[in-house]
């Protein structure tokens, strides 16, 4: 960044600081990755100075023969990645996408029905102080107390109940396959709409190692930069039928002028993702996570549902007798970095919950396997069984900056 550093060192060595935290340290945030090189540069690059109000084709300004170009190469792979009929590229991220679907397809005060919160959910699947629940009657299902696992018939109960306008499957914080014909099952017994938010898992599913909710759901919701590895932003996919009121509502309904350099970066991202070496990727993810989760299983963790099927991890740590918060600060000083989280049934509070989540999108993405999950593992064990030691934590910082420096993060120099 030869200009930031003389127009701005400021900027330029805060940058600097990230760069080597994220090139040194072990990062376990499940929604986190790295985008590669290719990405980054069509992130930062011209189509930032550009604006382009409407969509490929009918465009409010002039000047469109380019973005128009991107944005329809973003919107055919998207389609060929995912097999949907339709495709709008042009959210800003994961909460403006689900709240274009709410504004596009539900009327004000209609009922909706996700996952909550502290199980697993996302704020805007009907968080009561979210828009999503201010804008609309939530009724929140709950994994089952005794398998931390979906339960198929005390949805459906609730959904009989309840009437639901539209149902939501897809969560932050849930390890577990999810199986969208039983939604879908559901939903029509109910007449439903159908919205996936698969942001978590986006990159499992274009990958084949998760099975894709597109043969049942109505309409689909992602991120493009958790396990589809791509910029930070999101999309919509969606049968033809919903194609319009979804298109009316992410413009002029919600946004302005969309981030043309954004959509150029999907468009990288999907053309990565397509490759046969994102399938490996997209494989890779799921063992590492099983191998981590079973090493931590053998070193006495308690994990959300006895383990994982996807990409990520979430551990009650009430037996280890460590608050997730103090496990979190602990662990960031010895350079791995996760988030606490609530566990289901948690009676503890969010700013202060009994579990940590953790994943392995991005220390996949450095070329990481099933010998080096064991050491990320024992890494964890080894902080927590001496949380209050710094001079300990220090001693792991070390070891976890070695380990990482035989892994280099794309596009960046250990
Ligand atoms: N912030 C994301 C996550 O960490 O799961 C959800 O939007």
Same mark, same amino acid.
């Given at each position: 960044?030869?200009?930031?550093?003389?127009?701005?060192?400021?900027?330029?060595?805060?940058?600097?600081?990230?760069?080597?935290?994220?090139?040194?340290?072990?990062?376990?945030?499940?929604?986190?990755?790295?985008?590669?090189?290719?990405v980054?540069?069509?992130?930062?690059?011209?189509?930032?100075?550009?604006?382009?109000?409407?969509?490929?084709?009918?465009? !409010? !300004?002039?000047?469109?023969?380019y973005?128009?170009?991107?944005?329809?190469?973003?919107?055919?792979?998207?389609?060929?990645?995912? /097999?949907?009929?339709h495709?709008?590229?042009?959210?800003?991220?994961? @909460?403006?996408?689900?709240?274009?679907?709410?504004?596009?397809?539900?009327?004000y005060?209609?009922?909706?029905?996700?996952l909550?919160?502290?199980?697993?959910?996302?704020?805007?699947?009907?968080?009561?102080? @979210?828009?999503?629940?201010?804008?609309?009657? *939530?009724?929140?299902?709950?994994?089952?107390?005794?398998?931390?696992?979906?339960?198929?018939?005390?949805?459906?109960?609730?959904?009989?109940?309840?009437?639901?306008?539209?149902?939501?499957?897809?969560?932050?914080?849930?390890?577990?396959?999810?199986?969208?014909?039983?939604f879908?099952?559901?939903?029509?017994?109910?007449?439903?709409?159908?919205?996936?938010?698969?942001a +978590?898992?986006?990159?499992?599913?274009?990958?084949e190692?998760?099975?894709?909710?597109?043969?049942?759901?109505?309409?689909?919701?992602?991120?493009?930069?958790?396990?589809?590895?791509?910029?930070?932003?999101?999309?919509?996919? *969606?049968?033809?039928?919903?194609?319009?009121?979804?298109?009316?509502?992410?413009?002029?309904?919600?946004?302005?002028?969309? +981030?043309?350099?954004?959509?150029?970066?999907?468009?990288?991202?999907?053309?990565?993702?397509?490759?046969?070496?994102?399938?490996?990727?997209?494989?890779?993810?799921?063992?590492?996570?099983?191998?981590?989760?079973?090493?931590?299983?053998? +070193?006495?963790?308690?994990?959300?549902?006895?383990?994982t099927?996807?990409?990520?991890?979430?551990?009650?740590?009430?037996?280890?007798?460590?608050?997730?918060?103090?496990?979190?600060?602990?662990?960031?000083?010895?350079?791995?970095?996760?988030?606490?989280?609530?566990v289901?049934?948690?009676?503890?509070?969010?700013?202060?919950?009994?579990?940590?989540?953790?994943?392995?999108?991005?220390?996949?993405?450095?070329?990481?396997?099933?010998?080096?999950?064991?050491?990320?593992?024992?890494?964890?064990?080894?902080?927590?069984? /001496?949380?209050?030691?710094d001079d !300990?934590?220090?001693?792991i910082?070390?070891?976890?900056?070695?380990? *990482?420096?035989?892994?280099?993060?794309?596009?960046?120099?250990?």
């Amino acid at each position: 960044m030869p200009s930031l550093h003389t127009s701005d060192k400021q900027v330029a060595d805060i940058l600097d600081h990230e760069r080597k935290r994220q090139a040194h340290g072990m990062e376990l945030i499940p929604s986190e990755n790295y985008a590669s090189q290719a990405v980054m540069e069509a992130t930062g690059s011209i189509f930032t100075n550009k604006y382009s109000e409407g969509y490929p084709g009918k465009r !409010y !300004y002039g000047g469109q023969e380019y973005v128009d170009q991107v944005e329809q190469l973003a919107i055919d792979r998207a389609k060929k990645l995912f /097999n949907v009929d339709h495709v709008n590229v042009q959210p800003y991220s994961g @909460s403006p996408a689900n709240t274009a679907v709410y504004f596009g397809l539900l009327e004000y005060g209609d009922t909706i029905m996700g996952l909550k919160l502290d199980h697993g959910g996302h704020i805007t699947h009907g968080l009561p102080i @979210s828009f999503s629940g201010k804008s609309f009657e *939530c009724t929140g299902y709950e994994v089952d107390k005794e398998t931390g696992m979906l339960n198929m018939d005390a949805i459906r109960e609730l959904a009989l109940k309840t009437k639901p306008k539209l149902i939501i499957a897809g969560y932050t914080a849930y390890p577990r396959k999810i199986d969208w014909k039983a939604f879908k099952e559901i939903a029509d017994e109910v007449g439903a709409i159908t919205m996936a938010d698969i942001a +978590h898992i986006a990159g499992l599913i274009a990958g084949e190692a998760h099975k894709s909710p597109v043969p049942y759901f109505d309409v689909i919701t992602t991120t493009t930069h958790k396990t589809l590895r791509g910029p930070r932003g999101a999309m919509i996919m *969606c049968k033809k039928k919903f194609a319009k009121s979804i298109d009316r509502a992410v413009f002029p309904g919600l946004q302005g002028g969309p +981030h043309d350099n954004t959509t150029a970066a999907k468009a990288v991202a999907f053309g990565e993702a397509l490759q046969p070496s994102f399938k490996e990727y997209a494989h890779q993810v799921v063992k590492n996570a099983h191998t981590l989760a079973e090493r931590l299983l053998e +070193h006495g963790f308690n994990l959300v549902s006895g383990g994982t099927d996807n990409h990520l991890i979430l551990a009650d740590l009430t037996n280890k007798d460590i608050p997730g918060k103090v496990a979190q600060e602990a662990l960031d000083k010895a350079g791995i970095t996760l988030n606490k989280n609530t566990v289901p049934f948690d009676p503890r509070s969010p700013f202060d919950p009994s579990g940590i989540r953790m994943g392995t999108p991005a220390i996949t993405t450095r070329g990481m396997k099933e010998p080096e999950m064991k050491q990320v593992a024992d890494f964890i064990n080894d902080a927590l069984n /001496n949380h209050t030691d710094d001079d !300990y934590l220090a001693n792991i910082k070390n070891k976890v900056k070695d380990l *990482c420096s035989n892994f280099p993060v794309p596009g960046i120099d250990n």
